[in-house]
């Protein structure tokens, strides 16, 4: 089965990102199963421990 996150997210390459099932990174020739949750892990736009630096640096 093909996936259309690639047609609704071109600006992503699909090809590099990591994946995994239910929170736990598989490799890409991993089998899938009826009911998996398949997740696609995006890069990160900001580091989570700098942005709670900032927040906690207004307050």
Same mark, same amino acid.
């Given at each position: 089965m093909d996936s259309s996150l690639p047609d609704a997210f071109p =600006?992503?390459?699909f090809a590099v990102m990591p994946c995994g099932i239910y929170g736990q990174r598989v490799a890409d020739d991993h089998p899938i199963k009826d009911g998996d949750?398949? =997740?696609v892990y995006r890069p990160l736009l900001i580091d989570p421990k700098s942005r709670r630096r900032a927040r906690a640096?207004?307050?």
């Open positions: =600006e992503y390459d949750r398949i =997740e640096a207004v307050r």
